[in-house]
């Protein structure tokens, strides 16, 4: 297990950027593939990417393809999610999350930070 904690979330015009981090607790932090999902107000958790544990391979939902950006920082113990060209359905609570191998099943992530929401004003 490991311990994450979110940061960078906050109120964005639709267009604009933000950055979310997440810092992982432990040295065992390049063991682990990270995703990062998101929940919105009435909605389902969604999946929306992933990092393999070198960083070598990504995979994102269809939403955000092209305006999100996913990356780590072994040396940090940080993922980093990039969100440009933010639309007002992208407001949600985030959260990183942890898991043996890289996938978009929630089930298979066994650590979560707690989130952090970001909202887009329109």
């Known amino acids: 297990q490991v311990q994450l904690v979110e940061s960078g979330g906050g109120l964005v015009q639709a267009g604009g950027s933000l950055r979310l981090s997440c810092a992982a607790s432990?040295?065992?932090?390049?063991?682990?593939?990270m995703g990062w999902f998101r929940k919105a107000p009435g909605k389902e958790r969604e999946f929306v990417a992933a990092?393999?544990?070198?960083?070598?391979?990504?995979y994102y939902a269809d939403s955000v393809k092209g305006r999100f950006t996913i990356s780590r920082d072994n040396a940090k113990n940080t993922v980093y999610l990039q969100m440009n060209s933010l639309k007002a359905e992208d407001t949600a609570v985030y959260y990183c999350?942890?898991?043996?191998?890289?996938?978009?099943?929630?089930?298979?992530?066994?650590?979560w930070g707690p989130g952090t929401q970001v909202t887009v004003s329109s």
């Open positions: 999350a942890a898991a043996t191998i890289m996938t978009i099943h929630p089930v298979e992530y066994h650590s």
């Open positions: 432990g040295r065992t932090f390049s063991t682990y593939a």
């Open positions: 990092i393999s544990r070198s960083g070598s391979n990504t």
